[in-house]
Every structure is written in C-alpha cells, then in structure tokens.
C-alpha cells in the first residue's frame, strides 16, 4: 500500500503563525529530516534560526513530530508506525520526503497531518 497524506482538520494548539523569515527557518529545519529521524526517541532533532523540529514521543500511532518556535507550534504531523518499517533505502527516502511535505502542509493550514501506508 502506497503512502497516504490526511489532513485530520484538527487545528493545531498553541499555534503560531510564522512571519516570512520565520516561515523560511520552518522550511529549512524541515527539509533536514531524514528517515532515521522518524525512529528517535523525545527530544529536539534538528534547529535552523528560530525553528526546531521536535519529536514529541511516540504515540499509539507512531511518531508526533512537531516544528516549534519558542513555545508554539508552527507544524505538527503523525508518521505512523507502518511508515517507519520499510528496510529499502530508496523507500527510506521516499519515507522522509513525505514527512517533509506533510510538515510544511501543516505548516500551510495550520491543521495536524498524518502519513500512513507502507512501502516495501
């Protein structure tokens, strides 16, 4: 089953509106997600100026992946579990990339996302 993208339109709490350069240190911080990522315990992963893409811990669904600044959050996603569990490295990638893209669609509507599906 390929990978799914949902926007749940549950609007995210504590949600901040970046302003443009704030916006571009979202989408920097974003796009330095990798697949390894996705596996890592709470914490912050990675930080670009203002913004810092942090792992909120697992869910019974898989990761909460949040993209914050200062107390706020820009961006929020849930990766599921079935999407951390491909072993190719190609699909890895494709993994990640589609964590990317459901971050900044978060960031975009200000709703919380999910990835589901799998890849072999």
């Known amino acids: 089953m390929p990978l799914t993208k949902?926007?749940?339109n549950n609007a995210i709490r504590g949600r901040i509106?970046?302003?443009a350069k704030q916006e571009k240190d979202c989408q920097a911080v974003i796009a330095q997600i990798t697949?390894?990522?996705l596996g890592r315990g709470?914490?912050?992963l990675h930080t670009?100026?203002?913004a810092r893409v942090d792992m909120q811990g697992p869910t019974k669904?898989?990761?909460n992946i949040q993209v914050q600044m200062g107390g706020g959050t820009?961006?929020?996603a849930i990766i599921f579990n079935s999407v951390k569990q491909t072993t190719d490295?190609?699909?890895q990638r494709g993994a990640a990339n589609a964590t990317i893209s459901v971050l900044n669609q978060s960031m975009d509507t200000g709703t919380v996302w999910n990835l589901t599906g799998t890849l072999p």
């Open 17 to 19: 509106t970046p302003n």
């Open 6 to 8: 949902t926007n749940t």
């Open 74 to 76: 820009v961006a929020a």
């Open 42 to 44: 709470a914490g912050t």
């Open 61 to 63: 669904e898989g990761a």
């Open 89 to 91: 490295p190609a699909n």
């Open 48 to 50: 670009v100026g203002v």
């Open 35 to 37: 697949f390894a990522d």
